[in-house]
């Protein structure tokens, strides 16, 4: 699976911003797909995903404030960001979960959030 994300920019605080994932390949449409980030300095850490049963999860520092989605029909995952903070600002990625082993396996290159105050 080859992935593409894009959206990102500058916004202000409390602003906020769309961010997209193109999946492509075999089955694309039907990986676990999720999203994680990574500050300067810091540790990839997870943002939101899908359930294995199409729910979604999200990490306790964006529920509530960011969205995930998805548009099969044209492989696209979203990730809506509301009432954007400083402390979100950090390389988003996107990725896909191998259906056997479960792990994150196939990553996008990224798209940089900056949240000024």
């Known amino acids: 699976v080859q992935l593409q994300a894009s959206g990102g920019g500058l916004v202000q605080a409390g602003g906020s911003l769309r961010l997209s994932c193109a999946a492509s390949?075999?089955?694309?449409?039907?990986?676990?797909m999720g999203w994680f980030r990574q500050a300067p300095g810091k540790e990839r850490e997870f943002v939101a995903r899908f359930t294995g049963s199409g729910g979604s999860y999200y990490a306790d520092s964006v529920k509530g404030r960011f969205t995930i989605s998805r548009d099969n029909a044209k492989n696209l995952v979203y990730l809506q960001m509301n009432s954007l903070k400083p402390e979100d600002t950090a390389i988003y990625y996107c990725?896909?979960?191998?259906?056997?082993?479960?792990?994150?396996?196939?990553w996008g290159q990224g798209t940089q959030v900056t949240v000024s105050s």
């Open positions: 990725a896909a979960q191998d259906p056997m082993s479960i792990s994150w396996s196939s």
């Open positions: 390949g075999r089955r694309s449409s039907s990986r676990v």
